[in-house]
């Protein structure tokens, strides 16, 4: 479809001369893959983020965990989980060639176990959960737990193998994204977005730092946990999003140390989730808290400490790696835990966010889902329990299970 075509069936106005079709705030992994898609699509496209690629993925450890991270109440969220995850495959061979890097996209699997008779209730619970959605996940006793992973501690009590549950390296990723962009013809401006700019009833595109004027058709907004602090966005239709903080190690392990861990292994410890990613290139990602603290992303000791002592307790053997980085990042928490995908109440104006604890699994789906609503002019049907709408009639409404 040529741009035209597309920008008529959607219902946006006819753009004056040198007008953008798309104007994507925020260079995130989702703001790029919108960019990427609809530049794909024959829009033409720009993102306004002073650092396109960075954002919550350049904390993220990038497990593509709908299985493991099933929680009773969001079924209609792994429905999406699930799509976004069985277009994996493709999507990383489709960037890979476009962009001429690798991803670091594994599919190595993942151990969730249990260290005591709580975690295991719990991991029971779960695995009730996961067999009652038609998930594959199977109960593994504690040995044969360290069968698979024998630097897991003898403690171990059960676990669940979830094959299906992989890893991406997020930076990488995000790397690959812009290069797609640029490659796909998309504008990058570095540069903060001070404002949405509208006339009338619509969103006209948006004013950068330096007072440079985008105008454009539409206007995607996909600021990660910044969606909701945008000037200019009326108050119904800004996005319920909040900064839910997370703090991730990482560690290194030494050439020539031999296999550390083959696969993601995860457990709930004294209610608090860890989890170790280990990347082929010897990097081990440890994470992660979650704390909702507003927008403070310092690394604290506290922080490191029980991730630490948490991790220890399942791989003792960690204590010896050498401790490469901490960081700590923000997801873009919404209510309901789900993403705010499509347009919104205002017109010209779409979200991609709310993303949660699912932004890098959610990636290649969401690229779809915004390109088809901005060719379309509507969601496709897959995506429409996820419109933003779900929260602009008064109270929230829940997402159906
Ligand atoms: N999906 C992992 C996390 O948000 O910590």
Redesign the pocket.
Known sequence: MSARSAQHRAGAPAGAAGQLDVLVVGGGVIGLVTAWRAAQRGLRTAVADPEPGGGAARV??G?L?AVT?LHHGEQTLLGLNLASAHRYPDFAAELSEVSGQDLGYRRCGTLAVALDADDRAHLRELHTLQTRSGLDSEWLSGRECRRLEPMLAPGVRGGLRVDGDHQIDPRRLASALVTACERAGVALHRQWVERLRTAGDRATGAVLGDGTELAAGRTVLAGGSLSGKLAGVPPEVLPPVRPVK?QVLRLRVPAGYGPFLSRTVRAVVRGG?VYLVPRLNGELVL??T?EELGWDTTVTAGGVYELLRDAHELIPGITELPLAETRAGL?PGSPDNAPLLGPTGLDGLLLATGHH??GVLLTPITGDILAHALTEGELPAEARPFTPRRFTAGAPVELPV
């Open positions: 993220a450890a497990m965990a991270e997370g989730q994470g992660a979650t997801r604890r699912n």
